[in-house]
């Protein structure tokens, strides 16, 4: 629809000049009066309907809701591993990524949360290490130790995705959590020696959850050939070996280094 900036008269069709006064049409006002009568109303009704256009206090309790559901299956998913872990995850795949993933995530956490504890304890609150560090690090090492097993799969020739492993050494890894849970309760009350013990005990575990993945992996195979469960169990343990060995020496050297520079500050 067209309308005269003259005398306001509408008209239908693309005329040049107004059929009452006789005035020339505007094309870019009319462009402007098209876009406010039909394209602004259709953007309007769209905004209305989407999602973000909802009122602004209902979306932080959709957020909640998720986080608080997402919870819960996680809470089912570590009850079940727990009762029968390596028959449990024998039947993990890739749907279950985002539980392996929150997983590591709680590994990671909980051990860089001990080893910060740890730290400050032994130094008598000289020392700190940056606990956000040793949660980067620790999530690293976990998500090497998956890309090993990935690739020791692979030459194994069992098709199996990194996102599967990743699932699978999650599920292994809830055993090395719960006993980390009660090593960061023991220190946090004081009570070392049983915090020391629990530690050294999810640590041995999660050697143990590696060695298992693997075995799990092997369960899938379908082709004959590949490499050997034996020598891939060697290989792998190797690489953990490596792995833990790297891992320590970056933060007991960190945590020197931050010990001289403390205690001399001209280091």
């Known amino acids: ?80 591993i727990l009762k029968n872990p390596y028959h449990v995850s024998r039947n993990i795949d890739e749907k279950q990524k985002t539980n392996g993933i929150f997983s590591h995530l709680l590994l990671a956490f909980l051990l860089s949360f001990y080893f910060y504890s740890a730290s400050k304890s032994i130094s008598y609150g000289i020392v700190e290490t940056p606990l956000f560090q040793l949660f980067i690090y620790l999530l690293t090492f976990l998500a090497v130790s998956a890309a090993f097993n990935f690739i020791i799969a692979r030459l194994m020739r069992v098709n199996i995705s990194y996102m599967s492993v990743v699932a699978k050494f999650g599920a292994l890894n809830i055993l090395p959590i719960t006993g980390l849970i009660l090593a960061d309760l023991c220190i946090l009350l004081s009570m070392n020696i049983f915090s020391t013990f629990f530690s050294f005990l999810s640590l041995c575990l999660l050697v143990i959850s590696s060695m298992a993945l693997l075995f799990l992996i092997n369960e899938e195979r379908e082709e004959r050939g590949g490499l050997d469960l034996y020598y891939g169990v060697l290989i792998l343990q190797v690489l953990v070996i490596v792995c833990y060995s790297i891992f320590l020496v970056t933060v007991v050297s960190d945590w020197m280094t931050r010990l001289r520079y403390d205690f001399f500050g001209i280091f």
């Open 1 to 80: 629809m067209l309308v005269c900036s003259a005398c306001g008269s509408k008209m239908h069709g693309e005329a040049l000049f107004c059929g009452v006064c006789g005035a020339e049409l505007d094309d870019q006002n009319n462009k402007d009066i098209a876009y406010k009568e039909n394209i602004l109303p259709q953007q309007q009704q769209r905004a209305l309907r989407s999602p973000m256009a909802a009122s602004p206090s209902i979306q932080p309790r959709k957020y909640a809701a998720k986080v608080a559901h997402t919870g819960k299956q996680f809470y089912s998913f570590a009850f079940e």
